[in-house]
């Protein structure tokens, strides 16, 4: 479970986020350009808030007033942003089975559980995963 409570503050806006995330997938939805990447990116240890604290289980990844900081590749979180900055000559598919804990079998699951099935048949997977934990 992570728990969070930090502010990220940029030039032309403030992000605010207070609450918890349970283990697995979490879709964010929400308005353009109100904040979801930049949360994503906070919590998946991108970006570093301004304020605040950011803990996985009872494992503290940021807390600015102590000046610690956990990075990226120590979080085990699967971040798939939007469009195909990942790798542009793959697919949405391609991107989330690449590493080898990615498997067909994997990405299957995941479809069933957003319900987003119909999609792999069109060829039209477009999904926005964070949080992504394969243990």
Not at 78 to 84: D, E, F, L, R, S
Request: with cysteine; proline share 4%.
């Amino acid at each position: 479970m992570i728990t969070f409570s930090f502010t990220i503050a940029r030039p032309s806006m403030i992000v605010k986020a207070d609450g918890t995330l349970a283990s697995g997938i979490t879709v964010l939805t929400g308005s353009s350009g109100s904040g979801k990447s930049t949360f994503i990116k906070c919590i998946a240890g991108l970006v570093k808030p301004t304020t605040g604290i950011i803990r996985c289980d009872e494992r503290t990844w940021v807390d600015r007033d102590q000046n610690i900081w956990v990075p990226a590749q120590e979080r085990q979180v699967g971040y798939m942003p939007q469009g195909n900055i990942v790798f542009p000559h793959l697919s949405v598919e391609h991107n989330i089975t690449y590493s080898k804990r990615g498997t067909p079998d994997m990405c299957d699951s995941l479809l069933k559980r957003l319900g987003l099935e119909k999609y792999r048949i069109q060829n039209q997977l477009y999904c926005f995963l964070m949080n992504l934990y394969l243990h």
